[in-house]
């Protein structure tokens, strides 16, 4: 099974502090030594970085340690293989274009059966999550050919995720850069950071960071 972080922040906002903790569960205090990805919004932007190493030897994952993520809107990965070989092409997040926006997907569990796309959307790798990704896709495009708003992409999005949960389980994050969508059939973490902010501590890295100094009463 995989792991899956994603945020979702008012204002842009440095996700390395929880970066460094899950690249650490990637081969060094977790077993999920089978590739990572991070996914991060620059306004309409997406920038993608993968590699199929485990997270904690991955060179790649020290540069984005460095490197100045402040972001809106984030999905982060680390895998342990079930389905596909171990390879960047397996490596998620995944992305497509639907109605001139990126769209990124990342998926937690094993779907037994399902079964490639022929339709417009394809996988270009073999894993079961880039299948149901495009599918999910498909049925978006299928239902509306142009954008329409949340309030109608939603049900969309809630049907076809519990017929991919009838597969197997099903967990999965979902945005198209201005909303994360999160999908859970069986554990979902979550925490809430608002005012008044405080220090927080890595579980899994020597981290330290003090909210306080780094944000502003607003930032949620």
Known sequence: MCELLGMSA????DIVF?????????G?????RDGWGIGFYEGRGLRLFQDPRASSESEVAQLVQRYPIKSEVVIGHIRQANVGQVSLVNTHPFSRELWGRNWCFAHNGQLAGLQGSTSFYRPVGETDSEAAFCDLLNRVRRAFPEPVSVEML?????????????LGVFNCLLSDGDWLFSFCSTKLAHITRR???GPAQLK???????????TTP???
Not at 10 to 13: G, K, L, M, R, S
Not at 28 to 32: A, L, Q, S, W
Not at 154 to 163: D, I, Q, Y
Not at 204 to 214: Q, T
């Open 18 to 26: 929880s970066f460094t903790g899950l690249m650490q569960r990637g």
């Open 154 to 166: 939603l049900p969309v999005l809630v049907a076809a995720c519990a017929s991919y949960r009838q």
């Open 28 to 32: 060094r205090t977790g077993p999920h």
């Open 195 to 197: 005012a008044p902010f």
């Open 10 to 13: 008012n204002v842009p906002t």
């Open 204 to 214: 899994d890295a020597d981290l330290k960071v003090d909210f306080h100094s780094e």
């Open 218 to 220: 607003n930032d949620v």
